[in-house]
């Protein structure tokens, strides 16, 4: 058996739900790739934090939703890191809250880029790498979809809610055609999680809180568990799954 470190390569993993996935691959034997936007101080104490676990880690900038940036960033974590076992596609935003009937097309715009285009860039790059038949080692990709794919996000971002479908529609499909090549696919849809999005993307720093009567574990999810569901779907113990889709939603 190799003694190579798993590598995983994380978009979006200088905060919240990604930043708590390179932090735990880390303390769990992983090497970590961690892509950020623009915010490179918050990537690089995610990536201090890997580094005081043992990992080998670094910060890559890169916009997702930018077809050559993604190759670029692949290149890069490739040529630092080694070659990678894992991806996870995590990379998102919402847009501000509002009604279908109230919103830009600026703001669908920017979040059909990022959530699908930038999904399927980077689902597309690790399908390039990771696969044996194109000379991989093979692994697993997990794509970070959202419970809103199934409640639809009335009166938020019903436009946000049909991107995760698209991840969801990705998970099965690609899950289909890298069977065969050494590549698990599957995914993790979360429902609300203490992170930045709800204030910084959404504009409504009150949602979390406003909607925690909603949820039936009576209490909104911390990215530290959102990450334990995709290290589990990364991991050998999860060897005979693929093409689920794994909801963290404390019931709802
Ligand atoms: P977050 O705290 O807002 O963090 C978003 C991360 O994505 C940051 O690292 C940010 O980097 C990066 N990012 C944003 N746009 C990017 C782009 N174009 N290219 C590269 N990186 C980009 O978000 P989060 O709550 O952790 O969400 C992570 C994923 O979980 C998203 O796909 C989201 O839809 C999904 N999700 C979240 C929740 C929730 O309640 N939090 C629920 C369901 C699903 P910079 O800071 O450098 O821009």
Redesign the pocket.
Known sequence: MSSKRPVVLI?????????AVGQLAAARGYDVAV?????RE??ERVVAACQALGATAAAFQ????VEDDVVRLFDGAEARLGRLSHVVN?????GKSSRLDQVSAQTIRECLD??VL?ALWVAREGARRLSQRHGGMGGSIVN?????ARLGSAHEYVW?AAS?GAIDALTVGLSQELAGDGVRVNAV?????R????E??TGDGGRVERLRSKIPLDRIGE?EEVAEAILFLMSDAASYITGANLPVSGGR
Not at 35 to 39: E, L, R, T
Not at 90 to 94: D, P, Q, S, W
Not at 144 to 148: L, R
């Open positions: 978009t979006g993993g200088s905060r919240g739900i990604g930043a892509n950020y936007k623009s915010d918050a990537a890169g916009d997702m939703a995590n990379a998102g935003v919402t990022i959530n930038g970070i979809s959202s419970i809103a946000y995760k849809s979360p429902g609300i999680t992170t930045n999005i709800h910084r993307s990215p």
